[in-house]
C-alpha cells in the first residue's frame, strides 16, 4: 500500500503535465492558423499598393467642343417657306399680325414653339434682343413665332399673361393637317422637338435649322453668319 500510495500521485503529477503539453499544442496550432487566415486576407502593403495601380482610374470628363450655330456656314438654299395659311392668336386689344410674309428686306428667324414648352419661353426675350439688336443694321433680323400649341386655351392663357413688351401674339400651327403640310413642305416632321429654329433668307429659302434651344453665346456667330 505504500507504494502504490506513492506511484498515484505520480501518475496524476505525469497526466496533468501531458494535459499542459497538449493544450499549449493546442494554442500555437490555433495561433498559427490563425496568423495563417489572415495573411491570406490582408496582403501586404507592398502588394496593396501594386493592387491599388492596377486599378482603372476613372477616364476625366471631355471637354465639351464649343457649339457651333448652323455648323458654322449657311447651306446655299433649301426648301422655300410654304404659301399655305396660318392662323393666328393674340392676346385681348393685339392688333392683328399680318400674313406671314414670303420675303424680305434681310433673315428671317422662324422660332417654333409652345406654351408647354419652358425652354421656349425662356428664350423668347433673348430672341426679341437679338431683332432689336439688328434693327437698322447692315444685316437685320426680324423674328417670328410659330407656336404648335395642341391646347388652344393654355397658348391663349400664356400670351395674356405676358408683359406688354413680352409675346402676346403668334402665329399658330393647329394640330392636323395644316401642320402636316406646313412641316411637309419645309421637309420635317410634324412632330418636332422643341425648341426648333429655321434661319430664313430675303427669298424666303430656309438657309439653316437649329435644333435645340440657342444660347446668348450665339449671337456673335449669327451675326457672323449673316454678314457672309
Keep these: 500500500m505504500g507504494r502504490l500510495s506513492a506511484v498515484v500521485p505520480l501518475v496524476v503529477l505525469l497526466l496533468a503535465c501531458g494535459c499542459e503539453q497538449e493544450k499549449k499544442a493546442v494554442t500555437v496550432t490555433r495561433e498559427r492558423s490563425q496568423a495563417v487566415q489572415a495573411s491570406s486576407r490582408t496582403p501586404p502593403a507592398t502588394e496593396q499598393a501594386a493592387q491599388a495601380k492596377a486599378l482603372p482610374t476613372p477616364a476625366e470628363a471631355t471637354p465639351r467642343p464649343p457649339r457651333r450655330l448652323c455648323g458654322g456656314r449657311l447651306d446655299d438654299g433649301g426648301p422655300a417657306l410654304p404659301s399655305l395659311p396660318l392662323s393666328k392668336e393674340a392676346a385681348p386689344s393685339e392688333p392683328a399680325l ?10 428671317t428667324w422662324v422660332n417654333f414653339w409652345a406654351a408647354w414648352c ?26 417670328v413665332f410659330i407656336s404648335i400649341d395642341d391646347d388652344p386655351r393654355q397658348l391663349r392663357g400664356f400670351l395674356q399673361s405676358q408683359p406688354a413688351e413680352g409675346l402676346r401674339s403668334t402665329y399658330w400651327l393647329r394640330e392636323g393637317k395644316q401642320r402636316e403640310e406646313w412641316f411637309g413642305a419645309l421637309e420635317l416632321s410634324p412632330d418636332p422637338e422643341l425648341p426648333l429654329h429655321l434661319l430664313v433668307d430675303a427669298r424666303g429659302r430656309v438657309r439653316c435649322v437649329v435644333n435645340g434651344a440657342v444660347e446668348p453665346s450665339d449671337y456673335e456667330q449669327l451675326t457672323q453668319l449673316l454678314r457672309n
Design 98 to 107: 399680318p400674313e406671314l410674309p414670303r420675303q424680305s428686306q434681310g433673315f
Design 118 to 143: 419652358e425652354p421656349c419661353k425662356e428664350e423668347i426675350p433673348l430672341l426679341k434682343s437679338w431683332a432689336a439688336r439688328l434693327a437698322g443694321s447692315a444685316t437685320p433680323l426680324s423674328v
